[in-house]
C-alpha cells in the first residue's frame, strides 16, 4: 500500500488456534490489535459460535477425524505409542524425547490433518506469505515453527496455560500426556523468537523451565475497553460466575456455599459445558436445598459478555490451588468482571488477589470451603457492593486491551527490526 508518496509493504501475521477462533477471546483481541496496527491478518482455526471478523482471512481447520483407512489408523496408532514410550523413557535425553513428542503429533489424526492444511494453505496462497507466526499453546507448535521456517518468518508462542503442570491430580495425564506436553514445549518454545503468556508468574515457571531466546513477555487477557453504568443493587443481590462450565474451576463448592448465603443472594452460573457435568450441578444444587436460587444460562455471545455480566453485582471464581497452572491464574473472567463494574469475591490466588487489592475491587474467600466461601459473600454488604463496584469501574479505565496491546504490538516490531531492518 502507499502512504504518502512513499511505498510500503504491508506485513502480514498468522496466528493459529485449535480452538472456535471467533469464541476465542485472546485470538480476537490479537487479531484486532493487529489489524489496526496496519497488519493483514490470517486467522487458521475451527469454527466457533460467534460470527468472524469480516477482515480476517480465515482458513478453516476441519474439527472431525478424517477419513482413515484401517492400516493407516494402526499406523498412527504406533506412531504414538512408539512417541509416547521416548517421551516418557527417555525425558532424560532431550533430543529423543522431543523426537517422541513430534512422533506422537504426527500420529494425532485432527493435530497432524490441520497441520497439512496450514502448510498447504500458505503454499496456495504466495501473497499471504507472512512475516509473523503465532502459536496459540503447544497445540499449533509444529505447523507454527514449520511455516515459519519456510517463509523465514518470525516464530511466536502465545502460552494461555502452565501446560506442563496442568492437570497434576488426573493420574493418567501425568503417566501418559505430561511427557509428552514437557517434550514439545522444551523443542519448540527454544526454537520460538518470543514467548508470551497470560501472568507474571506463569512468565517465571516458563524462563525457568525452558531455555528461551528472550525473557517471556505478559501480555494479560485484557477485554476490550467498554463503558458500563454503575447499576444499582436492586432488592436481590445477583452473584454470577461466567465462563467454561467444567471440574477444577470451583463450581460445587459455589454451589453448596448458597446454602449459607443470605437470603437476599442468588447464583447465576452463565456458560457452556458438557451435559452430564451441567445434569450433575444442577442435580448438586437440588440435593443442596437451593435449585431456587441457582441458575443456569448458555454462554452469550463474545460481544454481549460485558453488557451480560453488567446485570449482576458480584463476579464469583473460587477455584481450588491444585496447580501451578491453577494458582497463577489470571483469567478472562476477573477481567471482565472489573469491566463489567462488579464487585469482585475470588479465591486468595497470587496473581488475582494483588490485583484486587492493588484496585480495592473485592473480597477474598480464604479458602476453598461452602463455609468460607459464604462468609465472604455475605461480608459484601449493599454498600460495600456498590464501593466495589465503582472501584471496578475506575479500574476498568485502566485494565484494558486498548492498553495492554501496546505490550504485544512492542514485541512484534521489535522482532519485525530484527529480521527486516531494510523494511522497517
Not at 506412531?79 to 516418557?88: K, S, V
Request: hydrophobic content about 40%.
Amino acid at each position: 500500500m502507499t502512504v504518502a508518496g512513499a511505498s510500503t509493504v504491508q506485513r502480514t501475521a498468522w496466528i493459529l488456534s485449535y480452538t472456535g477462533v471467533s469464541d476465542e477471546p485472546r485470538v480476537l483481541r490479537q487479531a484486532k490489535a493487529l489489524g489496526d496496527a496496519g497488519w493483514r491478518v490470517v486467522v487458521a482455526g475451527h469454527d466457533g459460535r460467534s460470527a468472524r471478523p469480516p477482515e480476517w482471512r480465515y482458513i478453516r481447520l476441519d474439527d472431525t477425524n478424517p477419513p482413515r483407512s484401517l492400516a493407516r489408523r494402526l499406523g498412527q496408532l504406533c506412531q504414538r505409542e512408539l512417541g509416547r514410550a521416548a517421551c516418557i523413557h527417555f525425558a532424560g535425553w532431550p533430543a529423543a524425547a522431543q523426537a517422541g513428542a513430534r512422533l506422537i503429533y504426527r500420529g494425532l489424526p485432527l493435530w497432524s490433518a490441520a497441520q497439512a492444511e496450514i502448510l498447504a494453505a500458505a503454499e496456495s496462497e504466495p501473497g499471504l506469505r507472512p512475516d509473523l507466526v503465532v502459536a496459540h499453546d503447544y497445540h499449533t507448535c509444529p505447523p507454527a515453527a514449520e511455516l515459519a521456517r519456510r517463509t523465514g518468518a518470525a516464530f511466536v508462542v502465545d502460552c494461555h496455560e502452565y501446560s506442563r503442570a496442568e492437570y497434576p491430580g488426573n493420574p493418567g495425564w501425568m503417566a501418559r500426556e505430561r511427557p509428552f506436553v514437557i517434550a514439545l514445549q522444551d523443542d519448540y518454545l527454544a526454537r520460538a523468537d518470543a514467548v508470551t503468556t497470560v501472568s507474571d508468574g506463569i512468565a517465571r515457571l516458563l524462563e525457568r523451565d525452558q531455555a528461551l531466546k528472550r525473557p517471556v513477555t505478559t501480555v494479560r487477557s485484557l477485554p476490550f475497553y467498554a463503558q458500563m453504568p454503575l447499576r444499582p443493587v436492586g432488592e436481590r443481590i445477583e452473584v454470577l460466575y461466567h465462563g467454561i462450565v467444567g471440574p477444577e474451576r470451583g463450581l460445587e463448592v459455589s454451589i453448596q456455599s448458597v446454602r449459607g448465603w443470605k437470603p437476599e443472594y442468588r447464583l447465576t452460573i452463565r456458560g457452556n459445558g458438557e451435559s452430564t457435568y451441567l445434569d450433575a450441578l444442577k442435580a448438586l444444587s437440588r440435593e443442596a436445598g437451593v435449585a431456587e436460587r441457582v441458575r443456569f444460562e448458555p454462554a452469550v455471545p463474545f460481544g454481549e459478555i460485558i453488557p451480560a455480566a453488567n446485570q449482576a453485582d458480584i463476579g464469583l471464581f473460587v477455584q481450588s490451588d491444585l496447580s501451578p497452572q491453577k494458582r497463577l491464574a489470571l483469567p478472562n473472567k476477573f477481567f471482565e468482571y472489573v469491566m463489567a463494574g462488579l464487585a469482585l469475591c475470588i479465591a486468595d490466588l497470587p496473581e488475582m488477589a494483588t490485583l484486587l487489592q492493588r484496585h480495592d475491587l473485592g473480597v477474598l474467600a480464604r479458602k476453598l470451603q461452602p463455609d468460607a466461601v459464604a462468609e465472604a459473600v455475605n461480608s459484601l454488604s449493599r454498600d460495600r457492593i456498590m464501593h466495589y463496584k465503582a472501584q471496578a469501574l475506575a479500574a476498568a479505565r485502566l485494565l484494558n486491551w486498548e492498553n495492554e496491546q501496546r505490550t504485544m504490538i512492542a514485541l512484534f516490531d521489535e522482532l519485525m527490526r530484527e529480521r527486516r531492518p531494510s523494511a522497517c
